[in-house]
């Protein structure tokens, strides 16, 4: 009875990537499908708490997982005692905002217990290292396949799937992509496995483009770069960025129908900014980021969604500020920081800033896969965060939460402590 109890829970820890993989993959292409499973994953985590205590097949995280941690529960808290503090703003448009915070909140709320588990919990479970690389690459190209075959249907026009709007779905897109190659990267690979390894790159990168995301298909670009230059550049040279660059080429004549389109789209909405036009794309992310620099500025220590709303009107009225910001009062500023700083103001900004550290840490201190992955998830945060807001996007944020989740599992599996034995023989550094 006991060699099948312990048959059993190896079972269910080697489920446990395949659910939360599965769950990352639903959130792109069946949202309420997604969240629900979701809400599953955080109840089932924290249930097995007090099972797995029992069965002591808990063990106590280390000071860097603490630091991963505490400062997610300040920041969550301090973002809940902003919310609690503040009047519930009459504005039916601005409810709707106050509505994202307070669901953001729920969501993590959610979510750090998945990761907690993911940091206590004993693995041993024996899981094929071919696995979970075969399943990402599957999904990666059925995610291309997918997107491709709506971009052909929409005649080139920017494509999404579900009903997640193209830049989010392009974010989340981005990010399977990334992890498939991440996966991939400690395994030892002959000649043509490379190749096939370019052309799964080059598919994803002509997705990326489907979506006509320009951050998207920057950031995808700079980490996959990364990734190159770690495990081949230093060995080969050359040879490497010359053809990297001849697949990154061929991937843009594909697809340069949405690139000049987009390329010309910026330039036009920069010359119509420059003549006073703001009511174009980036017009209107610059005019938010000043009223939001603004605001910051007006009230360091926070302030209710309210208060900015009044404040970016009576700027408007004086002539001081573009009215375009007022078409976009009922969303956000575009910008992560500024909408942090605008609202919660340094204190908020700080604790956002002490959860990427905290991530920063734990992947510098682990390092091997961990590191590589905090670099991907740390990017996914940081630097689509330069222009959009992604923390009020309900969907995004659950993918983050169980793809984080994803990681650190990972983390534990891949990298195995010093006083343990590896479960990856043939693991590269």
Not at 4 to 10: A, D, F, G, I
Not at 149 to 167: D, F, M, S
Not at 235 to 255: D, H, N, P, Q
Not at 326 to 347: A, D, N
Request: with cysteine; charged share 10%; hydrophobic share 55%.
């Amino acid at each position: 009875m006991r060699a099948l109890t312990k048959h059993v829970s190896y079972g269910l820890q080697a489920i446990i990537p395949l659910i939360l993989m599965l769950g990352c993959c639903m959130m792109l292409v069946m949202p309420a499908s997604g969240r629900t499973l979701f809400y599953i994953i955080a109840a089932l985590a924290f249930l097995a708490f007090p099972v797995l205590a029992v069965r002591r097949a808990l063990v106590m995280p280390d000071r860097c997982a603490w630091l991963l941690l505490a400062p997610c529960l300040v920041f969550v808290l301090l973002r809940g005692l902003w919310l609690a503090l503040q009047t519930p703003p009459l504005d039916p448009a601005l409810q709707q905002v106050a509505y994202s915070y307070q669901y953001s909140v729920k969501i993590w709320l959610c979510g750090i217990p998945l990761w907690l588990l993911m940091l206590c919990h004993n693995q041993r479970a024996v899981i094929p290292e071919w696995l979970m690389p075969t399943l990402a690459v599957v999904i990666s190209l059925l995610l291309c396949g997918m997107t491709l075959q709506a971009w052909h249907e929409a005649h080139g026009g920017r494509v999404a799937l579900g009903t997640l709007y193209a830049t989010g779905f392009a974010y989340l897109l981005a990010a399977m992509h990334a992890l498939a190659l991440l996966l991939l990267y400690p395994l030892r690979m002959r000649s043509w496995h490379w190749l096939a390894l370019l052309l799964l790159v080059g598919l994803q990168l002509l997705s990326i483009i489907a979506t006509g995301t320009r951050a998207a298909m920057l950031v995808y670009l700079l980490y996959v770069g990364c990734l190159f230059h770690w495990r081949l550049g230093r060995r080969y040279g050359w040879k490497v960025y010359a053809f990297a660059v001849l697949v990154l080429l061929s991937v843009s004549w594909l697809g340069r129908g949405m690139l000049e389109g987009r390329i010309q789209e910026a330039r036009a909405d920069l010359q119509a900014y420059q003549q006073g036009n703001a009511g174009t794309s980036l017009g209107i992310r610059f005019s938010l980021w000043d009223g939001g620099w603004r605001a910051a500025s007006a009230h360091p220590w926070g302030q209710s969604i309210e208060s900015r709303d009044q404040l970016f009107n009576k700027l408007v009225k004086e002539g001081s500020l573009n009215p375009a910001v007022l078409e976009m009062r009922s969303v956000h500023l575009h910008h992560e920081w500024l909408e942090i700083l605008s609202l919660q103001g340094v204190p908020g900004a700080l604790s956002w800033l002490a959860v990427l550290m905290g991530w920063a840490w734990f992947g510098y201190r682990r390092g091997g896969f961990a590191g590589r992955f905090m670099l991907l998830y740390i990017g996914f945060w940081f630097l689509f965060g330069l222009s959009d807001v992604m923390l009020l996007s309900p969907q995004i944020v659950m993918f983050s939460m169980m793809f984080a989740a994803l990681g650190l599992y990972w983390s534990n599996t891949v990298d195995v402590p010093k006083n343990s034995q590896s479960h990856w023989p043939h693991k590269l550094k």
